[in-house]
């Protein structure tokens, strides 16, 4: 098919100090809601991992040793030209992961301005003075790039989770090597590539590999990376930290969550519904910071459900390239047999369908689950598909306690009309991220973003956030003449 978003050249290819063919051989590409074929390109081996590796340490020092300013105008260019191509980019995204037009938009909108402020990093102070005991001698200490940055990232919302390692990591003065996930190997890497390579940056700078667990394995142990940025499943996470933790890697990991959106007697329901529909259904539930579990009081627990029952009945699902739909497919069969079988098994459990639970092929209908208890699937799980499951409570402690019965520490959400009542029950959730009269869908450039516990290993993104991760201390002095010793 034809290209416009950037040049066509990975048809078989990859990027790894130019477009060239991959030794590990070719995947295909295929639209998720129609099977049809994308495109055909290259699947990265061990061999090509080895050599992008050896070529990104040997071209890093080069990058960090350029201006700036340099650095940053680079960035700029690289979002410009996101900018300028996102009717492009959108139409990949929509077709390649299965997102709806309207997603997709903010997914680029969002990914543009994560470049521009990483560019805005690039002049920031990188260091501080310290106090020294003796006179004549400079004591700083200074952040300094970590080298090889290895990015591993899912198909979910493959612009925003590349740009969000890629940028700030070359505007720190790393070089990276991203290896996309198989689904999605052209926005979350090879067309990012083409863009960056546009923009002017030098070659052997940024390398895009689409492989599979073979080649995440590679990067993951391969002797030039310095820093693995992981973010997907939870299960892979702990065998990414493990493989890490052994070969002494600083190692990110961004994982799952089961995140909560808890609704107190005093909310404005219609709003809380509002959120809780938007947080189970967009992008069919399968991002990150979804809203899994709905805690509703039990006083307005009815006026929620036929809110949000309403809503989920009012969705159409399509296909979202060709249908003004607000669901798109399921990214595959076997995602959606996983969270099909969450749905069953809740329901056996003594859970109520209020709407939903069929699918047709890999459209499956917005679904909401009353009387969904602590102990049943639908609760203990991240569900990662269009199913909102509600939990009745009785007081705010429980509504805490409740939202904290999770592995997970992501995101969460709290409505109430009064500001002093949700911020109380803010400090107390065991999440990353909380709002109040907020979705748990909340991403920003210049916030840190992130989680606790089987949702993350502490690593955040955004702004200064950005400075920890992808730099590290260094103690510097200097005197203006060498000193005797004692021998
Ligand atoms: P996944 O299966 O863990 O895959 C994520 C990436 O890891 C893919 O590129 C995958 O490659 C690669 N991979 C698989 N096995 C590997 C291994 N042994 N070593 C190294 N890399 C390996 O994740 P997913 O299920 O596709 O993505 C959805 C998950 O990501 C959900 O749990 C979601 O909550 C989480 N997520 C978290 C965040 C966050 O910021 N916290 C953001 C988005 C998504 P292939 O698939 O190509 O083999």
């Known amino acids: 098919m034809t290209i416009s978003a950037a040049r066509n ?20 590409v295929l639209e998720k809601a129609t099977g049809e074929l994308l495109a055909t390109v290259g699947l990265a081996g061990a061999a090509d991992v080895a050599r992008a590796t050896a ?4 071209a890093q020092p080069g990058w960090a040793a350029t201006s700036f300013e340099e650095r940053a105008a ?38 543009v301005g994560e470049i521009r402020e990483a560019a805005a990093l690039a002049g920031q102070p990188y260091g501080e003075l ?7 001698r400079l004591s700083l200490a200074q952040r300094v790039p970590l080298g090889v940055v290895a990015a591993i990232t899912p198909w979910n919302a493959p612009v925003i989770l590349g740009v969000r390692v890629i940028a700030p990591a070359l ?21 990012l590539a083409s863009i960056f390579e546009e923009a002017g940056l030098p070659d052997g700078v940024l390398h895009a590999l689409p492989g599979g667990a073979e080649a995440g394995e590679a990067l993951v142990v391969d002797p030039h990376t310095r820093l693995i940025s992981f973010t997907g499943s939870t299960a892979t996470g702990r065998r990414v930290g493990e493989l890490a933790g052994r070969n002494l890697k600083k190692v990110s990991l961004e994982l799952g969550g089961n995140n909560a959106l808890i609704v107190l007697d005093d909310a404005d329901i219609d709003g809380a519904a509002s959120s809780g529909a938007w947080g189970s259904f967009l992008h069919q539930g399968q991002l990150c910071f979804s809203t899994g579990r709905h805690l509703v009081q039990e006083a307005v627990a009815d006026a929620y459900l036929d809110a949000i029952t309403a809503r989920a009945e009012a969705l159409a699902v399509g296909d979202p390239f060709r249908e003004d739909v607000e669901l798109g497919p399921i990214i595959n069969r076997r995602q959606l047999d996983r969270f099909d079988a969450i749905v069953q098994g809740t329901l056996e459990a003594g859970a109520r369908l209020r709407t939903g639970g069929t699918h047709d092929d890999l459209f499956y209908r917005p679904t909401v689950l009353e009387g969904v208890g602590p102990s049943m699937p639908a609760f203990v799980e991240e569900i990662f598909g269009p199913v909102a499951a509600v939990t009745t409570f009785a007081s705010d402690d429980e509504a805490i306690a409740l939202a904290n019965q999770t592995e997970y520490g992501l995101a969460a959400a709290i409505y109430s009309n009064s500001l002093a009542r ?12 909380v709002h109040v009269n907020d979705t748990t869908i909340n991403d920003q450039a210049i916030a840190p973003f992130g989680g606790m516990g089987a949702s993350g290993n502490g690593g955040r993104f955004g702004s200064l956030a950005n400075w920890e991760e992808f730099t590290q201390w260094q103690w510097c002095t200097a005197r203006d003449h060498a000193p005797r010793f004692a021998f």
């Not at 130019?18 to 030794?23: F, K, L, T, V, Y």
């Not at 070529?55 to 040997?58: K, L, N, P, V």
């Not at 505007?171 to 067309?191: C, E, R, S, W």
């Open 9 to 28: 050249d990975w048809a078989g290819q990859l990027y790894s100090g130019g477009w060239r063919s991959a030794e590990g051989g070719t995947t295909d």
């Open 55 to 58: 070529r990104a340490a040997a």
């Open 74 to 111: 680079i960035l700029r260019r690289a979002a410009d030209l996101l900018e300028q191509r996102a009717p492009d980019v959108i139409n990949w995204l929509v077709r390649e992961t299965g997102e709806i037009r309207q997603r997709a938009t903010h997914e680029v909108r969002i990914s």
């Open 130 to 136: 310290l106090p020294t005991t003796e006179r004549g």
């Open 171 to 191: 505007a720190l003065g790393n070089a990276v090597v991203i290896k996309p996930d198989v689904q999605t190997p052209i926005t979350g890497g090879l067309l």
């Open 422 to 433: 949700g911020l109380e029950i803010a400090r107390s959730m065991r999440a990353g991220m």
